[in-house]
């Protein structure tokens, strides 16, 4: 059974800060890993999306990796902005109907 | 471009009291479907998905029901809400890589 973790579970930084949101899952054989955004009480939106066969995207000031092998994504945020506080969570799919597992999300706040 | 409504966007119902969730699909054909629940302090946990008219598949032993009545409109349901079904519910659709989320519905079980 596909498990996912987030670490840290909470991250409180000063603005400018660059940062990383780290992932991690059990099985390596994953179709693809997306990183989200979730803002309190709302939908998630997609940020990245990095397919079993890819090693990074980049959007802007975020940068996704993935070690497939050892089971691993991170998520780069260079000079983090307030606007960035939000709940980042991490998700494989394992092909098929594309089901995602989740991890239970790092909560960020960037302090002004 | 594809679009996903949901709703309600809050709701608080007694214990005992039936459920009925909507989500619709816009701009996509034969999009998988899912719904997803957050509860208090734990990680989106998949409920249903299906992919196809009539075809649900459950992913967790629970209270609720699911039903794809047309193409592109999934409904979770329950007859009689407990306590432990609180928290915030997320449709999603998908073809292939393109997907999106709801914007949820936080339900309160009183």
């Known amino acids: 059974k596909q498990e996912v973790t987030q670490i840290p579970a909470a991250l409180s930084v000063p603005e400018g800060e660059n940062l990383v949101l780290n992932c991690s899952f059990t099985?390596?054989?994953?179709?693809?890993l997306q990183w989200f955004r979730q803002d309190p009480g709302k939908g998630l939106t997609s940020l990245l999306l990095i397919q079993s066969s890819q090693r990074e995207q980049t959007s802007g000031r975020l940068n996704a990796s993935l070690d497939k092998s050892s089971g691993r994504s991170t998520l780069y945020i260079a000079a983090s902005q307030p606007g960035d506080s939000a709940t980042y969570l991490c998700?494989?799919?394992?092909?098929?109907?594309?089901?995602?597992?989740f991890g239970k999300g790092t909560k960020l706040t960037v302090n002004p | 471009s594809q679009t996903i409504h949901q709703w309600p966007a809050t709701l608080v119902q007694p214990v005992g009291s039936p459920l009925s969730l909507e989500c619709t699909v816009e701009g996509t054909s034969n999009p998988n479907l899912y719904w997803y629940r957050q509860a208090a302090g734990r990680g989106l946990q998949l409920l249903f998905y299906s992919v196809g008219i009539g075809q649900i598949s459950s992913e967790v032993p629970q209270n609720l029901s699911a039903s794809r009545p047309q193409d592109r409109q999934f409904i979770l349901s329950s007859k009689k809400l407990l306590l432990s079904d609180s928290g915030f519910y997320l449709c999603?659709?998908?073809?292939?890589?393109?997907?999106?989320f709801g914007q949820g519905t936080r339900l309160t079980v009183v």
């Open positions: 998700a494989v799919s394992q092909g098929g109907s594309e089901k995602l597992v």
């Open positions: 099985d390596s054989a994953i179709y693809n």
């Open positions: 999603a659709w998908s073809v292939g890589d393109e997907g999106s």
